[in-house]
């Protein structure tokens, strides 16, 4: 009997998989919990592993490729004399849409839990369809694909402190990459309430950010005379700092730049990333080549997007790929100075603090040390403090 291999949904934010490598070739024989392929998603490589005995037969979908979810990329027969016949059929899918395997399992639906690792339960509930064979139950009383509980075991991760299962080697491999879970069964009785999914990509961005080596540099710069200028012209403050930290950014491509892996991704276009706070969560509406367009029709772009907000109808195309990003809390007169983590995606981020009373503010640069060196930071910080000074630009 011939089986569909596919695409694993490995987070749920994920909608296309890198096939990095098969670990298997057409004919092998396999075991199930076997790693058949290597994925790479947006946070980790992962195994793609046989969910049942058999023999892997073709066509395989084709290494270094993006692969859309849930997309056939390989088959599983039962025995040697189906190989040939498998391989033959017409439909594996190599990364050209091709058609969709079981749906993935719901999200539980309750908003309240008691157990007291539900939140780990939680987090990673989305990743299950990874492993769609059963899993097995031993003495623990633990429902785990044995892949996962030999990962579980490599690892070091207690796999009674991820929920109550069915447990599968993502969930594993997101335990260790999160490192210890927080012992709330010491604490008083508590109830677990689910995050919205906005505030939920929040916290996955910024957990990802984690792993980025970052420094901070601040500096006092003399806001009022740009604010008195954006008053002046009736714009948004926080527009016409962007507009400045856009044009300073276009000076020096390497804030635009981003590491990865395989090197430098050189961006030739500034979309400045803006957070901005609804009450419930921190959106980061973008505005598209804010260094080259002007300041009018950025304008517009800001209203739309605001607009967008207050309705609760921004897009993800509205909000992605922001290359620099800005975080303006100077609204709130109590804040003299802050931090900012630098978004997964971009190399820096300025974080602007309320205006003193002498007119100046703390503005607070985090970067990516992997792109940006200190004397580039600081250089940087110069640069715009001169651009804020004297806004001649203000009218570009």
Not at 80 to 88: H, I, P, Q, V
Not at 167 to 181: F, H, K, N, Q
Not at 194 to 208: D, F, G, K, T
Not at 351 to 375: K, M, P, Y
Request: charged letters at 20%.
């Amino acid at each position: 009997m011939k089986q569909e291999v596919i695409m694993p949904v490995l987070s749920d934010t994920m909608q296309t998989g890198r096939l990095v490598r098969w670990n298997k070739a057409v004919g092998d024989a396999v075991n199930k919990g076997d790693a058949l392929a290597e994925v790479e998603t947006d946070k980790a490589i992962l195994d793609v592993e046989a969910f049942q005995d058999g023999f892997l037969a073709g066509p395989l979908a084709p290494v270094d490729t993006d692969i859309p979810v849930r997309s056939v990329i390989a088959w599983l027969v039962d025995s040697r004399e189906e190989l040939d016949t498998a391989s033959s059929s017409k439909t594996a899918a190599p990364g050209t849409g091709a058609q969709a395997a079981n749906p993935a399992p719901p999200v539980p639906e309750s908003s309240h839990e008691t157990a007291p690792h539900a939140a780990a339960q939680e987090t990673v509930s989305t990743t299950t369809v990874a492993e769609p064979y059963p899993p097995h139950t031993v003495s623990d009383g633990v429902l785990a694909s044995p892949y996962a509980r030999a990962l579980a075991q490599e690892l070091g991760i207690d796999l009674s402190t991820l929920g109550t299962g069915p447990i599968d080697s993502p969930r594993v491999l997101a335990a260790a990459l999160r490192g210890p879970l927080p012992d709330l069964s010491a604490g008083p009785n508590y109830q677990i309430e689910r995050l919205a999914e906005v505030r939920a990509a929040a916290a996955r961005n910024m957990q990802s950010a984690v792993q980025t080596p970052a420094f901070q540099i601040s500096a006092r710069l003399p806001i009022s005379t740009l604010q008195a200028q954006a008053k002046a012209a009736k714009q948004s403050f926080t527009l016409v700092l962007a507009r400045a930290c856009a044009l300073t950014v276009a000076e020096d491509p390497w804030f635009n730049h981003l590491w990865t892996p395989r090197g430098l991704a050189k961006r030739e276009r500034v979309d400045v990333a803006i957070a901005v706070d609804t009450g419930d969560a921190l959106l980061t509406p973008v505005l598209r080549d804010a260094a080259r367009r002007p300041l009018k029709e950025l304008a517009e772009d800001w209203r739309i997007l605001l607009g967008k907000i207050k309705r609760g109808r921004l897009a993800p195309e509205d909000y992605r790929g922001g290359t620099f990003y800005l975080s303006n809390l100077g609204v709130f007169d109590v804040v003299q100075s802050f931090d900012a983590i630098v978004p997964l995606g971009a190399a820096a981020i300025l974080a602007v603090a309320a205006t003193q009373a002498d007119g100046s503010g703390d503005c607070t640069l985090s970067c990516d040390h992997r792109v940006i060196f200190g004397a580039d930071a600081a250089r940087f910080l110069q640069r715009l403090r001169e651009r804020i000074a004297n806004p001649a630009w203000l009218d570009t």
